[in-house]
């Protein structure tokens, strides 16, 4: 049985990041990373610019989206200040990015590229990645890092619980953060989502961790 509270905690968290980066956005006109001041380009979308990841702007933790939740946290009140220096490139959730409340305790969370040439989620607006993220070497690769209860709560308190529909979506793990990623995990009996209905989270999953998920930004109901 899920801790409810947990899941309050988790809500409480995401509000308190779309509340920070609206009013960063109001200060400064860009979104965090994208803001000319803080050396983004200030052309609407959260990105990997080509010059620095070139084919590889699915995975890259460069520029924009290394300097999003750094300058997210330079806001007034906000609990955590993140630090954009990767050492042993490896990012650390706490340090150069969020840790989340629920999932593992690698559970963290990076915002997912806005892209022209790439299907994102929720384009044209950004969205978080949540799960398990780590740096190899400049980029990204991410794995689930929630169980099945713990997704499906979320989606239910913070949307419509189903999994692939509304505005938090259940979404694979295996690589970068940029479009759809990677297919949710739907392996039957071992899947984060039902494999014959994939709308239903699968409750009897035999993975200790089988879901990742894609928040919209700015939809946590703060």
């Not at 990997?48 to 750094?70: K, L, S, Y």
């Not at 709560?153 to 479009?179: F, H």
């Not at 989270?201 to 998920?213: D, E, K």
């Amino acid at each position: 049985m899920i801790d409810s509270g947990k899941i309050n905690s988790q809500v409480t968290q995401l509000q308190q990041y779309d509340i920070a980066i609206q009013n960063f956005k109001i200060k400064y006109k860009y979104l965090p990373g994208d803001a000319p001041t803080f050396g983004g380009d200030g052309n609407g979308m959260v990105q990997c610019p080509i010059a620095n990841c070139g084919a590889n702007r699915d995975t890259g933790f460069f520029t924009e989206i290394r300097n999003f939740w750094v300058n997210t946290s330079e806001m007034s009140n906000f609990p955590i200040k993140y630090n954009g220096t990767i050492t042993g490139n490896i990012i650390k959730a706490g340090v150069n990015i969020p840790r989340l409340k629920i999932g593992n305790k690698l559970s963290s969370v990076v915002v997912g590229e806005s892209d022209l040439d790439r299907p994102t989620p929720f384009w044209p607006q950004p969205y978080y990645y949540l799960g398990y993220i780590i740096e190899q070497n400049g980029y990204l690769n991410t794995a689930n890092a929630f169980t099945s209860q713990e997704a499906v709560s979320l989606d239910q308190k913070i949307d419509d619980g189903i999994a692939n529909t509304g505005n938090i979506l259940a979404v694979g793990g295996g690589g970068g953060v940029s479009g759809l990623g990677y297919p949710v995990n739907s392996t039957a009996g071992s899947g984060c989502v039902v494999s014959s209905d994939l709308s239903k989270y699968n409750l009897s999953s035999t993975s200790q961790y089988p879901c990742s998920l894609a928040l919209k930004m700015f939809s946590s109901g703060g």
